[in-house]
């Protein structure tokens, strides 16, 4: 058993709609949860962390974490073409080693 | 400032063939990882270096050795390459006190024969 799982998509959503983006894990040590952006053939960079349990937002993006779950989410408001991307969830024990899973590709129709 | 830099970006190897990947970084990070990144598989850790003169394995670290040369060098050898070494590599670099903030380089897309 993998320890994340994410559903690869593709997710074709239209211009301003909310895109809500999920992944499930093994590990209930899990304490550092992440998101990260990838656009086609470029490296991953970070748009959300959080540390344990919450929610937290950023401007359009909310990232939740439901420990009890074991269940994170990213939703993106008012989504943009330039949102079209892969989105990789991560997620650590000890902030030294990483799990990510394998990405889900939004496009965002104009 | 260029960030994280990874060369070379492109590589086809033929079974059996070395070769190193090279990555620096200028952000005067502490730590260093190097990630294999495979279709439906994600990101996986290969090795990391929290600083310089240590390294650790991560997840896949067969068939690959690594090399943290100074600070900003991090650096990975295949001994003899494997088709099951195709994939693309990423280099990423964090600081200390913020291990969640990774920063990636673009990547070497490398194909074995």
């Known amino acids: 058993q993998k320890e994340v799982e994410q559903d690869p998509g593709p997710l074709s959503v239209p211009e301003g709609a909310i895109v809500s983006l999920n992944c499930t894990y093994s590990n209930s040590a899990f304490q550092y949860f992440m998101w990260y952006r990838q656009y086609s053939r470029k490296g991953p960079e970070l748009l959300m962390y959080t540390y344990s349990s919450g929610n937290k937002e950023d401007g359009r993006f909310t990232a939740q974490v439901d420990k009890s779950s074991k269940y994170i989410s990213l939703f993106i408001r008012d989504s943009q073409p330039s949102d079209s991307a892969t989105y990789l969830c991560?997620?650590?024990?000890?902030?030294?080693?990483?799990?990510f899973g394998s990405g889900t590709k939004l496009n965002v129709k104009p | 400032n260029a960030g994280v830099t990874q060369t070379p970006k492109f590589q086809v190897l033929k079974t059996g063939q070395s070769m190193t990947l090279q990555c620096a970084q200028d952000?005067?990070?502490?730590?260093m990882y190097w990630y294999r990144q495979d279709p439906g598989m994600g990101l996986r850790l290969i090795y990391y270096s929290a600083s310089e003169g240590t390294t650790d394995k991560g997840e896949v670290p067969n068939g690959y050795n690594v090399s943290r040369l100074n600070k900003r060098e991090f650096s990975l050898r295949l001994e003899s390459a494997a088709p099951s070494q195709t994939s693309v590599y990423f280099c990423?670099?964090?600081?200390?006190?913020?291990?969640?903030?990774?920063?990636f380089g673009p990547g070497t897309r490398l194909l074995v024969l």
């Open positions: 991560a997620m650590s024990l000890n902030i030294n080693k990483f799990y």
């Open positions: 952000m005067n990070h502490n730590s």
């Open positions: 990423a670099s964090s600081e200390v006190k913020v291990q969640e903030t990774q920063y």
